[in-house]
């Protein structure tokens, strides 16, 4: 059974880091093809990819936000956590992490709420 | 970057009819790397087709994809009332794996 789950902070001020942390369990991030992905959806607005790190260490990142995005993977814990660097109000959004695969995004997590205020 | 640009934004129909979803990119998607979700409020998004036109495990079979290259629709036979919901489209072979901005079917 794949499951994933986000944690991390619900409350950071502007030009913050926050770090948001994707617990994966039921596959691994070794078998090629499968990558965990970053994704968020900022109230009442459409998907937005942010980031992906793939089973041979490759890492993406959306261009509008790469200078401030970085993706790692803990291997012994079986997470991938995304930074966001100079955290401003419009960073305001659900987090969710997903699981890539050649059949597309099947695994998703429950996502976790940010808001970003003084 | 390849753009999925959906129409319509908004579909209003009935349960009973047929919705039909479109999404075009803006470059040719590789391997036919289209997924559609779908999307309900306080839900993260659920894998309907995968490859463009497969569907995911336990997805009924009236959810349809068709298409290749730049073209694709979602077709949703005879809609129940829980397939009200937004729908995306994305593209998941070429990085960055980018998403629709979403139609939303109404009733």
């Known amino acids: 059974q794949i499951t994933l789950k986000e944690s991390g902070p619900t409350l950071v001020k502007p030009t913050q880091t926050l770090t948001v942390t994707c617990s994966f369990s039921g596959f691994s991030l070794s078998t090629s093809g499968v990558g965990v992905a970053w994704v968020r959806q900022r109230p009442g607005k459409a998907l937005e990819w942010l980031a992906l790190?793939?089973?041979?260490?490759?890492?993406h990142y959306s261009p509008s936000l790469e200078s401030r995005l970085t993706i790692t993977k803990e291997t012994s814990k079986n997470q991938v956590v995304l930074t966001l660097t100079n955290l401003d109000p419009v960073d305001t959004a659900t987090y969710y992490c997903?699981?890539?695969?050649?059949?597309?995004?099947?695994?998703w997590g429950q996502g976790t709420l940010v808001t970003v205020s003084s | 970057e390849i753009v999925l640009t959906q129409s319509p934004g908004t579909l209003s129909l009935s349960p009973g009819e047929r919705a039909t979803l479109s999404c075009r990119a803006s470059?040719?998607?590789?391997?036919?790397?289209l997924a559609w979700y779908q999307q309900k409020p306080g839900q993260a998004p659920r894998l309907l087709i995968y490859?463009?036109?497969s569907r995911a495990t336990g997805i009924p079979d009236r959810f349809s994809g068709s298409g290749s290259g730049t073209d694709f629709t979602l077709t949703i036979n005879r809609l129940e009332p829980e397939d009200f919901a937004v729908y995306y489209c994305?593209?998941?072979?070429?990085?960055?794996?980018?998403f629709g901005q979403g139609t939303k079917v109404e009733i």
């Open positions: 790190y793939y089973w041979n260490d490759d890492k």
């Open positions: 490859a463009a036109s």
């Open positions: 994305q593209q998941y072979g070429t990085s960055p794996q980018t």
């Open positions: 470059q040719r998607v590789g391997s036919s790397y």
């Open positions: 997903a699981q890539r695969s050649k059949n597309g995004y099947n695994f």
